[in-house]
Antibody, heavy 120, light 107 residues
Framework: QVQLVQSGAEVKKPGASVKVSCKTS????????IHWVRQAPGQGLEWMGR????????SYAQKFQGRVTVTRDTSISTVYMELSRLRSDDTALYYC?????????????WGQGTLVTVSS | DIQMTQSPSSVSASVGDRVTITCRAS??????FAWYQHKPGKAPRLVIY???TLQGGVPSRFSGSGSGTNFSLTINNLQPEDFATYYC?????????FGQGTKVEIK
């Protein structure tokens, strides 16, 4: 079955960078876009960006432009999300999610989430 | 950005009840619209996409409707496993945006 397995929790200091991985399995990696969505404590869901695994092309929310980079390694069917210049309000649960078609911007399934804590 | 406004922010209901959640968008985006279910400690789950299409494995007591800027999710015969937070989402315009969520709680 389709699975997205994310890397473990991270604790970072303000100003640092974090790189979260999302390893996929159970389908043809290049056939479906991967999105990143985060949820800050007590808040709702916020879309950050997406990648076309076939071409490597990306789209980002303007809010994160210049701070977020999504990449992929096709040899291991894995997508990465790197967020730089971290601030305390970047503390959140970060999810990767697969598009259901090619692409329609609906997300299913999702990874289990990676907690990123930014604290001095 | 397209703003998505859900109502109510929370609703208390009993097993067997019918619950309807609404979502209003700040502008029309045709049918690029979805609903997600999110339980604490779990990943969100797609329930409905393209306004009214049930995602595979989702029980038929869930239904979606709407057009233009107004959409709704209805859960008939509410079951214990349906108590969760539900989010609407538009998929047409970047940045993709979600509503603030509606928590369905046990009465």
């Amino acid at each position: 079955q389709v699975q997205l397995v994310q890397s473990g929790a991270e604790v970072k200091k303000p100003g640092a960078s974090v790189k979260v991985s999302c390893k996929t399995s159970g389908y043809t990696f290049s056939d479906y876009f991967i999105h990143w969505v985060r949820q800050a404590p007590g808040q709702g869901l916020e879309w950050m960006g997406r990648i076309n695994p076939k071409s490597g092309g990306t789209s980002y929310a303007q809010k994160f432009q210049g701070r977020v980079t999504v990449t992929r390694d096709t040899s291991i069917s894995t997508v990465y999300m790197e967020l730089s210049r971290l601030r305390s309000d970047d503390t959140a649960l970060y999810y990767c999610a697969r598009d259901i078609l090619q692409p329609v911007n609906y997300f299913d399934p999702w990874g289990q989430g990676t907690l990123v804590t930014v604290s001095s | 950005d397209i703003q998505m406004t859900q109502s109510p922010s929370s609703v208390s209901a009993s097993v067997g009840d019918r619950v309807t959640i609404t979502c209003r968008a700040s502008r029309d985006f045709s049918s690029w619209f979805a609903w997600y279910q999110h339980k604490p400690g779990k990943a969100p789950r797609l329930v409905i996409y393209a306004v009214s299409t049930l995602q595979g494995g989702v029980p038929s007591r869930f239904s979606g409707s709407g057009s233009g800027t107004n959409f709704s999710l209805t859960i008939n015969n509410l079951q214990p496993e349906d108590f969760a937070t539900y989010y609407c989402q538009q998929g047409m315009s970047f940045p993709l945006t979600f509503g603030q969520g509606t928590k369905v709680e046990i009465k």
